[in-house]
């Protein structure tokens, strides 16, 4: 396509500075004012936000459901993916068609629709309380359960995605070869496909735990006050509090840990693929 390298950066070269300029400057701009302390540069900001209880809380908070919205999005998208893969091909466009299909709908309708359903007056309490498994409405709502589901359903279908495009390309040979080794099914999941899928793992874990914890709109409704996790704890400190250094804080807080997860996956894939 280019002569020589020399053409290739001078016509790559202005692409670049203007994406710096647009994309790169402002964050850089943000970041820095977690270390910026008094006209000097220091990380005590750092360690005053972390000697709050509150915002220790929330961090931890905002780690566990991460990591436990990505493992469940994983267990069920495994199982979701595989089943699809498994399909006659008309079958199998229209079932990857209901999986995007809630992509196509706006999370605060998504969101406000899981009111409807784990509401006191909900379909839940209504199925639980007619069972006669409860005496009264169990309060689901505005806690770490609702924000669970909420976000669970949210990235799902991106995990559930990831994972056919990995299985599509998985060698048609190597599960019925593992089965006539005399593999059961665990096995073949677990020595063969997991491997051997594991792109598809790292990139749709990556997508729903970043998702899960820089998501505003789920945690807001569905946690409310009382189930604060980063991001709702970030729009409170520019909105509420003017505390933009606080802000600071907790977008590099995201950041980083939306890169370890994505490092912690392919380290955990690479290790599995190597034993």
Do not use: C, H
């Amino acid at each position: 396509m280019f002569q020589n390298r020399t053409e290739a950066l001078a016509l790559a070269l202005p692409a670049a500075l203007f994406a710096g300029l647009v994309f790169l400057v402002p964050v850089v701009l943000l970041l820095s004012e977690g270390f910026r302390v008094s006209g000097s540069w220091s990380l005590s900001a750092y360690a005053d936000f972390f000697s709050q209880p509150l915002n220790r809380t929330v961090f931890l908070r905002t780690l566990k459901l991460g990591a436990l919205v990505t493992l469940a999005a994983a267990l069920i998208g495994y199982a979701t993916a595989i089943a699809i893969v498994a399909l006659p091909p008309g079958a199998k466009g229209r079932m990857i068609g209901l999986v995007i299909l809630p992509l196509m709908v706006s999370p605060v309708a998504r969101t406000y629709a899981w009111i409807v359903i784990l509401g006191r007056t909900g379909i839940v309490n209504q199925a639980l309380t007619g069972l006669g498994l409860t005496d009264a409405p169990v309060r689901i709502l505005f806690s770490e359960t609702a924000v669970f589901i909420g976000l669970l359903q949210l990235f799902l279908p991106l995990m559930v995605i990831s994972l056919i495009s990995a299985l599509e390309n998985l060698p048609r040979d190597v599960v019925p070869a593992a089965r006539v080794l005399g593999a059961n099914p665990l096995q073949v999941f677990w020595k063969v496909i997991l491997p051997l899928t594991r792109e598809g793992l790292v990139v749709g874990g990556t997508l729903v735990f970043t998702g899960s914890m820089t998501a505003y709109i789920t945690p807001a409704i569905l946690g409310g006050s009382k189930v604060l996790m980063l991001e709702t704890l970030l729009y409170q400190q520019v909105t509420t509090a003017n505390n933009f250094v606080s802000a600071s804080i907790i977008a590099l807080i995201l950041i980083v840990m939306s890169f370890a997860a994505n490092s912690l996956l392919k380290r955990l894939g690479v290790a599995r693929t190597a034993r």
